[in-house]
């Protein structure tokens, strides 16, 4: 088709240059009357321009001038992207025998523009029509010349609009059909003859669409979206409909209340939802189609009460599955459906139904058969009750893939978890205010994606002072969010957290002190710690070495210092920004003078207080302090460097205490505890033999008991 639709394309444009006297290859703009009046004068004999045309003027009230145009090959514009462009243009008389536009119609905001009959001479579009926000056109009537159209179809804001009489002779489009907020729709009378969309189709946001009464002879297109309709009561109209290659949405259409319109729709591939049709009682109308291809959504629609009209669909061909927040919905055990949840292909959401299809346990028990672990996930815990039958609902299921999602105000307790100890998606914990400990996640160890407590829209949990609950938390290969939580006062419970993978974000955490409770954690893709009132230092990063990315400090008003911070590796930092800490005047930090003197990344501070204001004055603080600086950080010096056999740590104590010393290789994982025990005041010589470790590059960090003398250092193993 796309070929056979090229040679007619050549062979009009060898038409129309053998026949018109072309001009302007450029174009031409037309911006006030007399332009289009002269237009004869200036170019006599032009019938054919070559470029495109564009007209958009205040004083331009009529096309007449422009009646000796056959054929434009470039666009052929009326109007512009603003509001009263051509606010004395009633119609296009003056087009009558334009038959030829070479690439896009467009007709846009003409606000007094309430017909295009004068476009009845025009036979072929190159590409796409688009016809938008004329507030006062009426009717299409003018179009009658187009059967197929090339590019796309786009109809926008036309509020005086009722249907599409004009398009009566389309057959085929070769790109999508879009018709979004024409507030005076009310059917698609006009489309009788088309047959094919080889694109999208798209009906969104008419208030006043009742039917789609004027598509009878459609029966392919690549995707169908039927999104907010006010008052569209059925599917009527898409009757001949049979195949759709790409996905069906049918949404948010608050009187939609029978599908009965897709009754031979046998071909679908892309998936299918079907989500808040508030009145929709029935799926009856689809039970012609049996392969989606792809996922099957139903959700949000209240008057629901039966998956009857999907029975025919293959599981094999549901790539996931979401049944949720249909709130009469009881009847879910269709064999298919059955079939799925006891070998699902995918993830399983199905929660806040009625009882009896509530969660995939009651569905297994309903369709006979006993559920284990879900291999594809997912869980949700909207209740204390969903917690506490966890372990009799998913008996020996202590591996769990994709989310694990925990939110209710009724939930007070995780107790009924504990056999959990890995997550292979995302921990999803927010908006359980009454829940105040963790604990009931003991044993859990790996987190494979996300840990989220607390986020915008779902809210924080007020309850929750710390972290106690996640102590055998070791490793998260996803990012941490911890975010919106009133009551938390520092991160005690994350002791055994090394290593996110992604970013860390702290924020939002009115009444958190400190970061206590990380001194651990070595390795993140990025660090954000934000919009903490209380925070006073970031005590609890001393550890962090690896930041892979971006450090944003930011919005803390009660942040004095960036002690905490010293010994994360300058050269692993991509992004540097310090703003908005009222009380910030010390950012004198080894890892953050390091950063400014030696690097040259990117670089915001100010709107701190003095001495941390800008870029300049932390670097002054930086000179002028370094020996301050050193004396506090500089603990251990290793020799010599780089190594070969024997790795020499020369260690200065200005106090008794409790000594750390380890060797993480550069993705922050540990390779060596070298020292882990109490020493006097004074200095003292470790050797550690490195003969075992393969050549490169590694860190070292030492850090004693109370955090207060700490310091990091790389050193190069060769061979």
Same mark, same amino acid.
């Given at each position: ?46 019938? &054919? ?88 056109? *009426? ?7 187009? $059967? ?58 008419? /208030? ?25 009561? !059925? ?14 949405? +049918? ?11 897709? &009754? ?40 629901? &009460?039966?998956? #009857? ?54 569905? #297994? ?17 909207? /209740? ?31 107790? /009924?978890?504990?056999? +959990? $100890? ?23 160890? *790996? +987190? ?19 972290? *106690?609950?996640?102590?055998?938390? @070791? ?16 991160? !005690?419970?994350? $002791? ?21 409770? +990380? ?63 009222? &009380? ?30 800008? #870029?300049?004055?932390?670097?002054? @603080? ?34 008794? #205490? ?62």
């Amino acid at each position: 088709m796309k070929k056979l639709s090229l040679l007619v394309f050549i062979l009009i444009v060898i038409q129309i240059k053998g026949y018109s006297q072309s001009c302007l290859p450029e174009g031409i703009y037309f911006t006030t009357q007399a332009q289009v009046d002269s237009f004869q004068v200036n170019y006599p004999g032009c019938s &054919t321009i070559e470029g495109s045309v564009k007209i958009t003027g205040a004083d331009i009230s009529n096309l007449d001038g422009l009646s000796v145009l056959d054929s434009v090959f470039g666009d052929f514009t009326v109007g512009d992207n603003w509001k009263g462009v051509n606010p004395n243009l009633i119609t296009l008389e003056g087009l009558e025998n334009l038959s030829y536009i070479g690439e896009d119609l467009v007709i846009h905001n003409n606000d007094n523009l309430v017909s295009i009959k004068a476009l009845s001479g025009l036979t072929r579009i190159g590409k796409s029509m688009k016809i938008l926000s004329n507030d006062h056109l *009426t009717s299409l009537t003018g179009l009658e010349g187009i $059967d197929t159209l090339y590019g796309d179809i786009d109809f926008q804001n036309n509020d005086d609009l009722s249907d599409l009489t004009g398009l009566d002779n389309l057959k085929y489009i070769e790109g999508g059909l879009y018709l979004f907020t024409n507030e005076g729709l009310i059917d698609l009378e006009g489309l009788g003859n088309l047959t094919v969309v080889a694109g999208n189709v798209d009906i969104t946001n008419h /208030s006043s669409l009742s039917s789609l009464t004027g598509m009878e002879s459609l029966s392919s297109v690549e995707s169908l979206v039927i999104f907010s309709n006010d008052e569209l009561t !059925s599917l009527s109209g898409l009757e001949s409909l049979d195949s759709i290659r790409q996905g069906l949405v +049918i949404e948010n259409n608050g009187m939609l209340s029978s599908l009965e319109g897709l &009754t031979n729709l046998a071909y679908l591939n892309g998936g299918l939802i079907i989500s808040d049709n508030d009145e929709l009682t029935s799926l009856s109308g689809l039970e012609g189609i049996n392969s989606i291809g792809g996922s099957l959504g139903i959700e949000w629609n209240y008057s629901l &009460t039966s998956l #009857a009209g999907l029975e025919n669909i293959s599981p094999a061909s549901i790539y996931a599955l979401g049944i949720t927040y249909n709130q009469n919905l009881s009847d879910c055990e269709i064999e298919n459906i059955c079939d799925y949840i006891a070998d699902p292909g995918g993830t399983i959401s199905i929660y806040n139904n009625a009882p009896g299809c509530d969660n995939p346990h009651e569905i #297994a028990d309903n369709c006979g058969f006993t559920l284990s672990c879900l291999p594809y996930g997912n869980y949700y815990f909207f /209740s204390q009750a969903d917690v506490d039958s966890f372990p009799s609902n998913y008996s020996d299921c202590n591996n769990l893939a994709g989310y694990v999602w925990i939110e209710s105000d009724d939930i007070i307790n995780l107790d /009924s978890l504990c056999a +959990i $100890d890995t997550i292979r998606g995302r921990l999803f914990i927010c908006g359980n205010n009454n829940l105040s400990s963790l604990n009931g996640l003991n044993n859990l160890k *790996t +987190i494979q994606g996300d840990l989220t407590i607390g986020y915008w829209e779902y809210g924080g949990n007020a309850g929750l002072t710390n972290m *106690t609950g996640l102590n055998n938390l @070791a490793s998260i290969s996803g990012g941490v969010i911890i975010l919106g939580n009133s009551g938390l006062v520092n991160l !005690s419970g994350l $002791d055994a957290l090394t290593t996110i993978g992604e970013d860390l974000q702290v924020s939002g955490n009115e009444r958190l002190v400190n970061l206590g409770g +990380i001194e651990n954690l070595n390795s993140v893709g990025s660090l954000n710690v934000s919009g903490n009132d209380s925070l006073v230092n970031l005590d609890g990063l001393q550890g962090l070495i690896n930041t892979g990315g971006h450090i944003d400090i930011g919005y803390n008003p009660m942040l004095a210092t960036l002690y905490g911070i010293e010994n994360i590796d300058a050269g692993l930092i991509a992004y540097l920004r310090i703003i908005n800490n009222d &009380t910030l005047t010390e950012c004198n930090v080894r890892s953050v003078c390091d950063y400014l003197i030696n690097y040259s990344g990117y670089v915001t501070i100010n709107n701190n207080c003095t001495g941390c204001d800008s #870029a300049q004055e932390v670097r002054a @603080a930086c000179g002028v302090g370094v020996g301050e600086v050193d004396s506090r950080q500089s603990i251990v010096v290793s020799y010599p460097n780089p190594v070969k056999d024997r790795a020499i740590f020369d260690i200065r104590l200005q106090k008794p #205490a409790k000594v750390n010393l380890r060797v993480y290789n550069n993705m922050g994982q540990i390779v060596a505890t070298i020292l882990d025990e109490s020493l006097d005041k004074g200095n003292h010589q470790i050797i550690w033999n490195v003969e075992g470790l393969p050549p490169g590059i590694y860190f070292y960090r030492i850090s004693t008991n109370d955090h207060r003398q700490s310091a990091i250092g790389k050193m190069v193993v060769v061979r």
